[in-house]
């Protein structure tokens, strides 16, 4: 973990923040799986370190938590719809929210944190079954493997930037690695129709794209034909 990193996740971690449900997501916590849990190794670059705020969010108040990242050098902006985020030379610090209902242009107000989040889609199947993992001498939660796998490969299917839409398969298929399948199979069951249909459609082409991966591939991809067909 880069210094910067680690800084910013002691901020959360003495907030308390990962304990009342908050989560480091993206390209940072496939990471973790790699470094901390044995995920299959693939090399990345990226400057955005994004955190996941549950909706609604029922922790104590933060009011001095944009400070506190202020102080480790981070300056403060605001997006159009209104969500903050803090950058400092190439990184950039996010926060995100679930979207829900219909979806709205507009940015989630967390008056306890000081903060407006932007919301996305299918963020809420990160939040569940979370897991805390030891990081840098801090407990940090992020989204359970098997979440993040779906997850990758759902949002990999709506991508239209091909490079992006590769980044998202490749992380999913070595974060696979460390998920049993049979938790994976009886996730995949309880999915909305709609996202079951992504994921088996992605898995379908990846092969042909990832030829490194056809063992992952084939793994997961016949375990989740035969629950769909049962």
Not at 21 to 39: N, T
């Amino acid at each position: 973990m880069l210094e910067i990193i680690e800084d910013i996740l002691k901020v959360f971690a003495k907030n308390g923040l990962f304990d009342e449900g908050v989560e480091l997501i993206g390209s940072w916590s496939f990471l973790v799986y790699q470094k901390y849990l044995g995920a299959r190794s693939l090399p990345f670059v990226t400057q955005d370190v994004d955190f996941l705020i549950p909706n609604p969010f029922r922790g104590r108040e933060h009011l001095e938590l944009v400070s506190q990242l202020e102080k480790l050098g981070f300056r403060c902006d605001f997006r159009s719809d209104g969500s903050l985020f803090l950058w400092k030379a190439d990184f950039v610090i996010e926060f995100l929210t679930a979207e829900k209902g219909r979806g709205s242009v507009e940015s989630i107000n967390f008056k306890k944190l000081g903060l407006r989040a932007t919301p996305l889609r299918y963020m809420e199947l990160l939040l569940q079954d979370s897991v805390i993992v030891p990081v840098a001498g801090v407990k940090v939660r992020v989204p359970h493997p098997a979440n993040y796998f779906f997850h990758k490969l759902i949002i990999s299917a709506k991508r239209k930037n091909l490079v992006k839409r590769g980044k998202d398969l490749e992380q999913a298929l070595c974060t696979s690695s460390i998920v049993d399948v049979q938790d994976i199979v009886d996730r995949f069951k309880k999915l909305p129709k709609g996202w079951k249909a992504d994921i088996l459609k992605v898995l379908t082409h990846a092969g042909k794209d990832f030829p490194l991966y056809k063992k992952e591939i084939e793994r997961i991809g016949i375990a989740l034909q035969r629950a769909t067909n049962k």
